[in-house]
């Protein structure tokens, strides 16, 4: 079964950048679309964006619609989101989700 991980999480002032970072291990992030989700404190899991298993079609949340970019690179097995013009809102734990596995998350903080 596929295992994913995420990085590239952190600590960053309001209207800067993020590039998050899913890696596959075991398998390949080919066959199915996925999403990234976020859980902030308190709060119930929600997916922010969601990219289709060509990487041809993407979804996103109305909340990070013009800022975040989810993209995939099939071949290194590595999903990513870009996320730009951050918000303290963004603060959250991310997640990537394929084919049902999900990963342990890495954590977001904007500070105003």
């Known amino acids: 079964q596929v295992k994913l991980v995420e990085s590239g999480g952190g600590l960053v002032q309001a209207g800067g950048s993020l590039r998050l970072s899913c890696a596959a291990s075991g398998g390949t992030l080919d066959r199915y679309g996925m999403g990234w989700f976020r859980q902030a404190p308190g709060t119930g899991r929600v997916i922010v964006a969601a990219i289709a298993w060509n990487g041809r079609t993407t979804h996103y949340a109305d909340s990070v619609k013009g800022r975040f970019i989810i993209s995939k690179d099939n071949a290194k097995s590595t999903a990513y989101l870009q996320m730009s013009s951050l918000k303290p809102e963004d603060t959250a734990v991310y997640y990537c989700?394929?084919?049902?596995?999900r990963g342990q998350g890495t954590q977001v903080t904007v500070s105003s």
């Open positions: 989700e394929y084919n049902g596995v």
